[in-house]
């Protein structure tokens, strides 16, 4: 039962547009909620987080937004750029004392230049 | 530079063959956690360690170990490889355990890519 869906294997978007990237989640314990962005060759890196007692944080180019009612979050990055290309993961953390990151399936953006 | 090492990066092995993934951070970092990727299925957690000499089972445990000897290490163990379990695995470490209302960043190792035949 996979509780946390990104539900677009891919996007596509020209260079200096907004590129959003969509998360569904099911379990209302999830607390914080997190992207992850990888490369080829590369693990996963940190990129943004949220908290489930907020509904917006912004870092330079990059916000998340969390929609709890909708059990929703997204990612935008404007503007976009090449090297914002790579697998973007929405991750949740919180529904127990394990640690454990539920992740999604991924998100693979390219921006195109 | 402070990082998550793995070794190997690559690995190609038959079935039956017993071998070891090993993990190693220099952030002295307390909670350390292996995690399979799969296409369609993101990245599902085999094992975890809150610190030294505790360890227990994530989502899919089943034909892995793992040890906690010291601190910086984190060795994943096949004792008997088979096809199901060709995978991307990744190797991470946080300060803390992320849990109820906390959240630790968790640090990613750059993966090891397993071909069991």
């Known amino acids: 039962d996979q509780q946390v869906k990104q539900n677009s294997p891919s996007l596509s978007v020209q260079e200096g547009r907004i590129s959003i990237l969509n998360c569904d989640y099911t379990?209302?314990?999830?607390?914080?909620f997190l992207w992850y962005k990888k490369y080829p060759a590369e693990g996963p890196t940190f990129l943004i987080s949220?908290?489930?007692?907020?509904d917006k944080n912004e870092d330079g180019r990059f916000t998340v937004f969390l929609n709890k009612s909708a059990k929703h979050l997204s990612l935008h990055i404007v503007p976009s750029q090449p090297g914002d290309s790579a697998v973007y993961f929405c991750?949740?953390?919180?529904?127990?004392?394990?640690?454990?990151?539920?992740f999604g399936q991924g998100t693979t953006l390219q921006v195109k230049p | 530079e402070a990082q998550v090492t793995q070794n190997p990066r690559y690995l190609i092995t038959v079935t039956g063959k017993k071998l070891t993934v090993t993990c190693s951070q220099n952030?002295?970092?307390?909670?350390m956690s292996w995690y399979r990727q799969d296409p369609g299925l993101g990245l599902r957690q085999i094992y975890y360690?809150?610190?030294?000499?505790?360890?227990d089972k994530g989502d899919v445990p089943e034909g892995y170990k793992v040890s906690r000897k010291e601190k910086r290490n984190f060795p994943l163990i096949l004792e008997s490889p088979s096809p199901n379990q060709t995978s991307l695995y990744f190797c991470?470490?946080?300060?803390?355990?992320?849990?109820?209302?906390?959240?630790?960043?968790?640090?990613f190792g750059p993966g090891t890519r397993l071909t069991v035949l």
């Open positions: 991470a470490s946080s300060l803390f355990p992320s849990g109820l209302g906390s959240y630790n960043e968790q640090f």
């Open positions: 379990n209302s314990m999830f607390d914080y």
């Open positions: 949220i908290s489930s007692i907020k």
């Open positions: 991750a949740a953390s919180g529904s127990s004392n394990t640690g454990k990151l539920i």
């Open positions: 952030m002295n970092h307390e909670y």
């Open positions: 360690s809150m610190n030294v000499e505790v360890t």
